[in-house]
């Protein structure tokens, strides 16, 4: 990511968090960070007429998801996807994602490229590739290709407790934030129904256990009550998607402090342009049955006491539709609610404390909006809408 820098914003309008709204007041950042005192030598911008929200956090987010075909991303160049990642990435940071959890590839050599300032990029937290079991949902192959497959970038297919013991370990070896796993169908995969569970009890809890003691965490992808229950009851924290759950679903989530990660954006681009860039058809099919439910779930969530985050999950050239995933999550929550999924909620789910705010100590991430979201929340989402994106300190995307 960018280098740390100075910065005082003078006479904006600053978010305080759901139920507090803005108020009025000077941002200064010394050194990338969130200061009460400004630096005398910081580069001084009028904020005057400008609302200042913190840096959105993008919770689902896929640097090597280079293509619609499944084969392609897992078994293509890695110097492609990783060169193309740079890409993706840089364009997430120009939206105003200051940071982003890479959930289903990513690796210490893009972590690193970050870190050595090789390129812009928001804060990145990954899990290397997703775990999955045999015909689960990271496995790319359909019913009638006899081919072996055992990894590729985003998913590597492990059975067996001791297996995913291992596989897990080597993971948090070579730098992964947190664990992904496959416990459900999905659209993009071949051979899987939606709603059945994926993995054992036995082999979801030595995932879990293995996170637990590094002071990490399992994120799943599951559709279904049954999928989101068997997650949740053998110990996973995050559940990404969850667009079938239920009521009873979205209660027991509440009760085990269990987050929900929309990804909205996904569905409704497959839905509008998969045909047009190649999207096979079983995957068509199954991404009807999820559409219309994404904004159900979220609205569920929230009267259960849900903390809901917010991702983007989107495959090949389908990534500029970052931005849609905003408006339709706020059409099912509103743009209060939208701004806490962006900021803290996606912030406690990484467990970064420097994120999703703009308090003293906080990371020097925001954007500066030409209007008041809750107000005219368009500006959160609008392509051709006026922002400043301001990361640790420096400007790294002027007003247009």
């Known amino acids: 990511m960018s280098q740390t820098a100075s910065l005082t914003i003078a006479g904006a309008?600053?978010?305080?968090?759901?139920?507090?709204?803005?108020?009025?007041?000077?941002?200064?950042?010394?050194?990338?960070?969130?200061?009460?005192?400004?630096?005398?030598?910081?580069e001084v911008v009028d904020g005057s007429g400008s609302w200042i929200?913190?840096?959105?956090?993008?919770?689902?987010?896929?640097?090597?998801?280079?293509?619609?075909?499944g084969f392609e991303n897992e078994r293509g160049p890695l110097s492609f996807s990783a060169i193309n990642g740079t890409l993706r990435l840089e364009k997430a940071l120009q939206r105003g994602f200051t940071t982003v959890r890479d959930v289903a590839g990513g690796d210490i050599g893009l972590a690193r490229a970050i870190d050595a300032n090789l390129f812009a990029s928001p804060r990145y937290h990954f899990t290397g590739p997703a775990l999955s079991q045999t015909g689960g949902h990271g496995d790319p192959r359909s019913e009638h290709v006899d081919v072996c497959f055992s990894h590729g970038h985003m998913c590597e297919v492990v059975d067996g407790a001791e297996n995913l013991r291992v596989a897990v370990r080597e993971r948090f070896?070579?730098?992964?934030?947190?664990?992904?796993?496959?416990?459900?169908?999905?659209?993009?995969?071949?051979?899987?129904?939606?709603?059945?569970?994926?993995?054992?009890?036995?082999?979801?809890?030595?995932?879990?256990?293995?996170?637990?003691?590094?002071?990490?965490?399992?994120?799943?992808?599951?559709?279904?009550?049954?999928?989101?229950q068997h997650s949740i009851e053998n110990g996973v924290r995050?559940?990404?998607?969850?667009?079938?759950?239920?009521?009873?679903?979205?209660?027991?989530?509440?009760?085990r402090d269990a987050f929900l990660v929309p990804t909205l954006a996904a569905y409704d681009a497959m839905d509008r342009r998969g045909a047009e860039i190649g999207l096979n058809a079983i995957s068509l099919a199954k991404n009807s049955e999820v559409l219309s439910k994404g904004q159900e779930a979220i609205q569920l969530a929230l009267a259960a006491g849900v903390r809901v985050g917010f991702g983007s999950d989107l495959m090949g050239d389908l990534e500029d539709d970052q931005l849609c995933g905003i408006r339709l999550q706020t059409e099912a929550a509103g743009p209060s609610a939208m701004l806490r999924s962006l900021t803290q909620e996606n912030a406690a789910l990484i467990g970064d404390d420097k994120l999703g705010h703009l308090g003293v100590g906080a990371y020097g991430d925001l954007l500066m909006l030409a209007a008041n979201p809750l107000e005219e929340p368009s500006a959160l989402w609008a392509q051709d809408a006026r922002r400043a994106v301001v990361q640790a300190g420096r400007i790294v995307r002027a007003e247009r």
């Not at 009025?24 to 960070?33: E, K, P």
């Not at 995050?238 to 009760?255: P, V």
Request: charged fraction near 20%; aromatic fraction near 8%; glycine fraction near 8%.
């Open 173 to 228: 070896r070579t730098g992964a934030h947190a664990i992904k796993v496959m416990t459900s169908g999905g659209v993009f995969s071949l051979t899987d129904p939606i709603r059945i569970p994926q993995y054992s009890p036995e082999e979801l809890r030595v995932i879990v256990d293995e996170a637990t003691r590094r002071g990490s965490y399992v994120a799943a992808h599951a559709y279904s009550s049954e999928a989101v």
């Open 53 to 69: 929200v913190p840096g959105f956090v993008d919770a689902h987010f896929h640097a090597y998801a280079t293509s619609m075909d």
């Open 13 to 42: 309008h600053v978010w305080a968090g759901e139920g507090r709204g803005f108020s009025a007041r000077d941002i200064a950042i010394v050194d990338g960070l969130v200061a009460e005192k400004a630096d005398p030598a910081a």
């Open 238 to 255: 995050s559940i990404e998607h969850g667009n079938l759950i239920d009521s009873e679903t979205a209660r027991m989530m509440a009760e």
